[in-house]
């Protein structure tokens, strides 16, 4: 069972980063969240979709009503150009920060 | 946005499996979550603090009750004084939007009113109404209306009884919006053509007593004034009139006017200014623009028909300033106790807000506490506030009860005649609203300040305090006390200016009631007629009233009998524009506008009005004679100062214009609407010389009783025409004791209640807090006595503390009563001020004193050896 949350702010680079694979919905973005981190991550619902809304609210994603494999009616989150660009710099601080952290770790 | 969020979770949820759902808990509290739902909070919040109040105000029931007493007696009164004001002035029209209703009417330029001369209304010809109606652009329509009174029969053959009715443009219900709640309005052909079209359309009240509301009644004939009238619909109830008092009992079209007794040429005559037209101004029309249309209207009728126009500008008002400019009086009233309401609730909240002070150190050790446990700042003043507001309520709602004890003595007011008026006094669902508006608006007054400070207290010296207040070496105007001390210090002020204007009024009144009216009270018997009713012709009329006098004057107990237009203390006045001979009047204006009476030769006698100088009418003052008038002292010293008025010349503006009417004689001046009018100008007649419009009231002067005259006058008029409804009987005793003594007597007492509650609340106000001061000062005292201060001394201290603050409370109101009192005189009688602040100031000196003596004698009874063991 995966039992560690998330470190702060990682959150949205992770649901960025899972997006780039293509169209997602909301369930299918935690179940490849938690596959992709070997069952270790595990985005919980109560942050998920708030952290979605922000992201469409800057622009990142644009959703769109679908139906599911299993036929409900859910919202398909994309991922958008600025979305992408957000990826790269997400991805550049959280480089800058791991290795800030890491440096200090093991110095 | 929301109800998407919600689908999508509650599909996220489906999609998990039975052994996840458990630990995602509940979509509901995840959808608080993300929309930060937590504005409920505040609500759970208020109940807390609403429980914390209860409690904290239970602890304290002596204060609560205090409090809760000083603010229903301040909440009640302005209740009191509002359902006063709502029935004078406020009340809205009983018809949908009626703040879009306003009235319209033409007005002088160049005619003055004299003081008091009646009421300034806004009247119409016909003519000028049509051209209003078809001219303006910014009403939704404009109607015209005035009262008409005739016989009305059921049916045909039924006899026939007086009523009051309408006669209205054919549009008046559409532009309303009044739906009859029977048949149907008026056609618009239904006022086209004068006397074609007999409808007529009832009132509920009408249709209730005459008719046993039968709902077949729509299609009958009814018999008004001789002609069949079809009954065309009913009104509903709750339209009662577009009047403030009368309610009609029927309406006809305008057209009908002349078939049932309206002068013929009432609907030509562009200076026969005899309508009230009201506009309901379209959506979104400010009423200035209307203002400015009705204003360019005017100037082009002035133009195009100088001769009725001329100098006359047409104005807008809106229901609550009509209502004003019509009686002046009522909005005085309403303003003067409107004032005094204002300073109880002032007195009443510096009562609660320095019992809250001296509440502050005591409280201040709790809100210490709950800073020290992580209370925000913030969070205790709404705590406070809360309390203040629990206060509020109870008093707003014992307040009522006051309010509506108010309500019952304003329901004595009455005005004694057959006309179905509407004088209701009631606590309508807007005295709640307003009373509930007071008490959140004394909240604001009373717990706003103390909250702040009392939060504001520092959590060290709080918490160190102890057990008992703070006590020092300090007197009344230390640190702590002076704000509490100059709140009663401002209390005994305002009570004082509550108690000297009661007593100004009443010295005013009572002198002005003894001095009596100036006209025969006793032994007079009142009884009108309106001979339009019956159709005479002029000739007709003036035999009729001849033979009505002569008839009356022969029978048994009848000493005088005489006719008159008027009868004072009457709201039916009668006025003319005069201009004096030479010029005498101010620059720019033309006429002045006097009240007048059209009377008979008997007249003075029998009213018992003295004649200065000159003589009273003759009964050889008749249509072919020189026209004479008999003028009133005040009228003469007004004109002619100085001068003798007799043999003077002045001109009537209107009927018989450019003929001069020559003064033959000087009437004392009477009072005349009010007991406690002014001295006002005043012009008399002869009715043969001026026939009235519409009634003459038959004046009888009886040896004994006058009301056993009742009977055998009524057999009189019976005689000459049994057909012609009497109206109005009554004696002028009983009609002078409702009008002129009891709304007196009602409005003294009013002010009087209100004076001692002011008094009552500020007497409470210093005795708590000389009670309060000295047991704080217990311990001084003992040291005082320890070293040698004996009783008397310690007594004499205290009072001295107690007498600065009420002497400087009453310094304070007397200067404020000066300008008060200077105010009042301008509308109230009374000769001098100075009688009014003899018997206050005295008194109240000596009550204060009586309050500041008992907390004393407690102070000088003091154990030296207790006092020191005190804490």
């Given at each position: 069972?995966?039992?560690?949350?998330?470190?702060?702010?990682?959150?949205?680079?992770?649901?960025?980063?899972?997006?780039?694979?293509?169209?997602?919905?909301?369930?299918?973005?935690?179940?490849?969240?938690?596959?992709?981190?070997?069952?270790?991550?595990?985005?919980?619902?109560?942050?998920?979709?708030?952290?979605?809304?922000?992201?469409?609210?800057?622009?990142?994603?644009?959703?769109?009503?679908?139906?599911?494999?299993?036929?409900?009616?859910?919202?398909?989150y994309t991922l958008t150009r600025d979305g992408q660009k957000q990826v790269k710099r997400e991805i550049e601080q959280y480089e800058q920060v791991n290795a800030a952290i890491r440096s200090i770790l093991y110095a | 946005m929301d109800q998407e969020l919600a689908d999508e979770m509650s599909a996220h949820r489906e999609m998990m499996t039975e052994d996840r759902l458990a630990a995602f808990g509940s979509t509901l509290r995840l959808r608080e979550?993300?929309?930060?739902?937590?504005?409920?909070?505040?609500?759970?919040?208020?109940?807390?603090?609403?429980?914390?109040?209860?409690?904290?105000?239970?602890?304290?029931?002596?204060?609560?009750?205090?409090?809760?007493?000083?603010?229903?007696?301040?909440?009640?009164?302005?209740c009191a004084v509002f359902s006063l004001a709502d029935t004078l002035l406020l009340r809205p029209l009983p018809v949908p939007h009626p703040s879009d209703v306003v009235t319209l009417g033409s007005r002088d330029l160049t005619a003055t009113t004299s003081a008091t001369a009646g009421y300034n209304i806004l009247p119409a010809s016909y003519p000028d109404y049509r051209d209003i109606r078809d001219r303006t652009t910014n009403f939704y329509g404009v109607v015209a209306y005035s009262f008409i009174r005739t016989g009305l029969a059921p049916r045909l053959d039924a006899q026939m009884r007086l009523r009051t009715g309408m006669q209205v443009s054919g549009n008046f219900l559409d532009v309303l919006e009044v739906k009859p709640e029977l048949g149907r309005s008026f056609r618009p052909d239904e006022d086209q053509v004068p006397g074609r079209d007999a409808v007529v359309i009832l009132s509920h009240d009408l249709w209730e007593q005459e008719f046993g509301a039968d709902r077949s009644v729509v299609g009958r004939e009814v018999r008004m004034s001789g002609i069949a009238f079809t009954v065309i619909g009913v009104l509903p109830e709750r339209f009662t009139s577009i009047d403030q008092w009368v309610r009609p009992a029927f309406y006809v079209p305008l057209m009908m006017?002349?078939?049932?007794?309206?002068?013929?040429?009432?609907?030509?005559?562009?200076?026969?200014?005899?309508?009230?037209?009201?506009?309901?101004?379209?959506?979104?029309?400010?009423?200035?623009?209307?203002?400015?249309?009705?204003?360019?209207?005017?100037?082009?009728?002035?133009?195009?028909?100088?001769?009725?126009?001329?100098?006359?500008?047409?104005?807008?008002?809106?229901?609550?300033?009509?209502?004003?400019?019509?009686?002046?009086?009522?909005?005085?009233?309403?303003?003067?106790?409107?004032?005094?309401?204002?300073?109880?609730?002032?007195?009443?909240?510096?009562?609660?807000?320095?019992?809250?002070?001296?509440?502050?150190?005591?409280?201040?050790?709790?809100?210490?506490?709950?800073?020290?446990?992580?209370?925000?700042?913030?969070?205790?003043?709404?705590?406070?506030?809360?309390?203040?507001?629990l206060l509020a309520v109870a008093g707003g709602i014992v307040g009522i009860g006051v309010g509506y004890a108010?309500?019952?003595?304003?329901?004595?007011?009455?005005?004694?005649?057959?006309?179905?008026?509407?004088?209701?006094?009631?606590?309508n669902e807007r005295a709640l609203l307003f009373s509930l508006g007071i008490a959140l608006l004394s909240v604001s007054l009373f717990g706003l300040v103390p909250a702040i400070r009392t939060s504001r207290a520092d959590l060290t010296t709080a918490l160190k305090a102890g057990a008992g207040p703070a006590t020092g070496f300090r007197g009344f105007f230390g640190a702590r006390l002076w704000g509490r001390s100059a709140l009663v210090s401002g209390q005994v002020a305002v009570s004082l200016v509550l108690l000297t204007t009661t007593m100004f009024l009443y010295l005013g009144i009572r002198a002005s009631l003894a001095a009596g009216p100036g006209f025969r009270i006793n032994h007079l018997l009142?009884?009108?007629?309106?001979?339009?009713?019956?159709?005479?012709?002029?000739?007709?009329?003036?035999?009729?009233?001849?033979?009505?006098?002569?008839?009356?004057?022969?029978?048994?107990?009848?000493?005088?009998?005489?006719?008159?237009?008027?009868?004072?203390?009457?709201?039916?006045?009668?006025?003319?524009?005069?201009?004096?001979?030479?010029?005498?009047?101010?620059?720019g204006i033309t006429s002045v506008n006097v009240m007048a009476n059209r009377v008979d030769e008997n007249y003075f006698e029998t009213a018992g009005i003295p004649l200065v100088r000159g003589r009273a009418f003759l009964k050889t003052d008749a249509e072919k004679t020189q026209r004479v008038a008999v003028i009133n002292e005040a009228l003469a010293s007004h004109y002619w100062p100085g001068q003798d008025a007799i043999g003077k010349r002045f001109s009537i503006v209107g009927a018989g214009a450019g003929e001069w009417v020559e003064i033959a004689g000087i009437a004392k001046t009477t009072k005349y609407l009010s007991t406690l009018e002014p001295p006002a100008d005043f012009v008399y007649l002869p009715y043969r010389q001026n026939p009235p419009a519409c009634c003459m009231t038959l004046m009888v002067e009886s040896a004994g009783e006058p009301a056993a005259l009742t009977a055998p006058l009524r057999e009189v008029v019976r005689g000459l025409d049994p057909n012609l409804p009497v109206y109005d009987v009554r004696t002028m005793e009983d009609f002078y004791r409702a009008r002129a003594v009891q709304v007196y007597q009602i409005i003294i007492q009013a002010v009087a209640s209100m004076g001692l509650m002011g008094m009552g609340l500020a007497l409470a106000g210093l005795y708590g807090l000389m009670a309060y001061a000295v047991s704080t000062r217990t311990r001084e005292i003992g040291i005082r006595m320890a070293i040698g201060a004996n009783r008397g001394e310690v007594l004499r201290m205290v009072l001295r503390q107690g007498l600065v603050?009420?002497?400087?409370?009453?310094a304070a109101g007397l200067v404020l009563s000066t300008g008060v009192v200077r105010l009042l005189r301008s509308t109230f009688p009374g000769d001098s001020p100075l009688g009014a602040y003899l018997a206050v100031t005295p008194a109240v000196l000596a009550i204060t004193m009586l309050a500041a003596y008992l907390p004393a004698r407690r102070a000088a009874r003091v154990d030296p050896m207790t006092a020191l063991r005190y804490e």
């Open positions: 069972m995966p039992n560690h949350h998330m470190p702060q702010g990682s959150l949205s680079l992770l649901v960025l980063r899972v997006l780039e694979g293509g169209p997602l919905h909301g369930y299918a973005i935690a179940q490849r969240i938690r596959q992709l981190s070997g069952e270790v991550l595990e985005a919980e619902e109560g942050s998920l979709y708030p952290a979605l809304q922000r992201m469409l609210l800057e622009g990142w994603v644009t959703a769109a009503w679908g139906v599911s494999e299993t036929n409900r009616r859910v919202r398909f | 979550d993300s929309q930060a739902a937590w504005g409920w909070m505040w609500l759970e919040r208020l109940w807390q603090d609403l429980n914390y109040g209860r409690r904290s105000i239970a602890r304290d029931p002596g204060f609560a009750l205090i409090a809760v007493l000083s603010l229903a007696v301040g909440i009640g009164a302005n006017g002349p078939r049932l007794g309206q002068a013929a040429d009432v609907l030509e005559g562009r200076d026969r200014r005899f309508f009230t037209v009201k506009g309901r101004l379209k959506a979104g029309v400010p009423i200035s623009r209307a203002r400015m249309e009705l204003a360019a209207l005017a100037a082009s009728l002035q133009k195009a028909y100088a001769a009725t126009n001329k100098n006359q500008t047409m104005e807008v008002r809106t229901e609550l300033d009509a209502r004003i400019k019509t009686v002046p009086a009522n909005a005085e009233l309403v303003v003067m106790l409107t004032v005094l309401a204002a300073a109880v609730l002032l007195v009443a909240c510096a009562n609660v807000a320095g019992l809250l002070t001296s509440r502050a150190p005591a409280r201040a050790r709790e809100m210490a506490l709950r800073v020290a446990i992580g209370a925000g700042r913030t969070r205790l003043i709404r705590q406070l506030i809360t309390e203040s507001l108010g309500v019952l003595l304003f329901r004595q007011i009455t005005y004694p005649s057959d006309l179905p008026l509407m004088i209701t006094f009631d606590m009142l009884m009108n007629f309106d001979p339009s009713v019956a159709h005479y012709s002029a000739a007709q009329e003036h035999e009729f009233y001849k033979r009505l006098v002569e008839r009356s004057r022969s029978l048994p107990g009848v000493k005088s009998a005489a006719l008159a237009s008027f009868v004072p203390m009457t709201v039916d006045i009668d006025a003319f524009s005069i201009v004096p001979e030479g010029n005498r009047l101010p620059r603050l009420a002497v400087s409370g009453m």
